[in-house]
């Protein structure tokens, strides 16, 4: 476990360092792109080969206790943001943002033990790997969409407005971000289907509306109501920016609160 977790903290650092220029180059008008992106590709293989030797030592994936769930969303939310940042410059900026959001979800891991859990039966299905993969890509669409709006939102301050100046037009990274959000409906329309055939295999029902269906299918039609808007209603894009930090919110609390609450079948860590 020593080897894994000395992977997992250099990895942390590599990351934070990355946010740090990322956030410092806003400020300072400066912009250590190549910087950003190589401490964060240097993270992301670092974490990979920790996640790697924890599922070899203990014959799952990363998906059982909070420890576990906390570090796979890390490496997933950073592995989707670390490809956006790399193919679409305009989401460059969204890492003042981003990163911040990662900060605090790495914070919460380090006060979580890293002692394995218990791995339950219903845990052993093909499902359960769709619908993990489904929801890290849903949740990634909408972490990068929320950087975009962050921007948008911070570039109306008075004291940030020269900050974000010479940054893309907030007409561009409001079409940016609900193209991202289109991608994450897609994902979570996946995520909600596979689900219910995994509780199918599992509990014997398609769906029982527990706490976390009932959580999951109302961020679905957050996310379905604020693309109809966007594109049926004259939002401005201040208005629009705030709807895509909404669903975020509702999508953040759906995947990291209602689970380790919840005292039905349907639950987060073991």
Not at 253 to 262: H, I, Q
Request: hydrophobic share 60%; net charge neutral; aromatic share 14%.
């Amino acid at each position: 476990m020593e080897q894994e977790l000395a992977l997992l903290w250099t990895a942390l650092a590599s990351y934070v360092l990355a946010g740090t220029l990322a956030i410092v180059g806003i400020v300072l008008g400066r912009r250590p792109e190549r910087w950003v992106l190589t401490l964060l590709c240097l993270g992301l293989a670092l974490q990979s080969l920790s996640l790697g030797l924890r599922w070899v030592r203990l014959e799952h994936g990363p998906f059982v206790t909070m420890f576990e769930i906390l570090a796979s969303n890390v490496w997933s939310l950073t592995l989707i943001y670390t490809l956006a940042y790399w193919r679409q410059p305009a989401v460059r900026p969204a890492a003042a943002v981003v990163m911040p959001i990662l900060f605090l979800m790495m914070g919460w891991m380090i006060t979580t033990s890293p002692e394995a859990g218990h791995l339950p039966p219903t845990y052993h299905t093909i499902w359960l790997w769709f619908h993990v993969a489904f929801g890290k890509v849903f949740l990634g669409s909408v972490l990068v969409a929320v950087g975009l709006a962050g921007v948008i939102l911070l570039r109306n301050l008075p004291r940030a407005a020269t900050r974000f100046a010479n940054l893309p037009a907030s007409a561009r990274l409001e079409d940016l971000a609900w193209r991202f959000m289109a991608l994450g409906l897609i994902f979570e329309t996946l995520m909600l289907t596979v689900g219910a055939l995994w509780a199918q295999d599992a509990w014997g029902r398609y769906w029982d509306w527990d706490p976390l269906e009932t959580w999951a299918f109302l961020t679905w039609l957050a996310l379905a109501f604020g693309l109809h808007a966007r594109m049926a209603w004259n939002l401005s894009e201040r208005i629009s920016a705030m709807l895509v930090l909404g669903v975020f919110v509702l999508a953040f609390l759906t995947f990291f609160g209602v689970p380790f609450v919840s005292t039905a079948p349907h639950q987060g860590a073991i």
